[in-house]
Nanobody
Framework: QVQLVESGGGLVQPGGSLGLSCAAS????????MSWYRQAPGKERELVAT????????NYADSVKGRFTISRDNTKNKAYLQMNSLKPEDTAVYYC???????????WGQGTQVTVSS
């Protein structure tokens, strides 16, 4: 059974930090590029960050560059998103997404809420 399970969301003050984890199971994790998306209330889901299957290349949305860092550990079947200098506009449900490096499948996690508020 394929699963992507996010954890680490919560409430944080502006300027604070939060780290999200995505635990994968049921598929060959190292064959999948991993991404984090987010969706704020009333807005479309947007891509936040992406990392290739081997972890060699990362990309970020302009809105999070310099503040967020995506990483992965293929020995633990986990992906991470470290979020620093958080802003209220970062408030959203954050989703983990896996896509096969040759387009042979994709999976979504159930999401974790991140709220940035004083």
């Amino acid at each position: 059974q394929v699963q992507l399970v996010e954890s680490g969301g919560g409430l944080v003050q502006p300027g604070g930090s939060l780290g999200l984890s995505c635990a994968a199971s049921g598929f060959t994790f190292s064959n999948y590029g991993m991404s984090w998306y987010r969706q704020a209330p009333g807005k479309e889901r947007e891509l936040v960050a992406t990392i290739t299957s081997a972890g060699g290349i990362t990309n970020y949305a302009d809105s999070v560059k310099g503040r967020f860092t995506i990483s992965r550990d293929n020995t633990k079947n986990k992906a991470y998103l470290q979020m620093n200098s958080l802003k209220p506009e970062d408030t959203a449900v954050y989703y983990c997404y896996a896509r096969h490096k040759r387009g042979r499948g994709e999976y979504w996690g159930q999401g974790t809420q991140v709220t940035v508020s004083s």
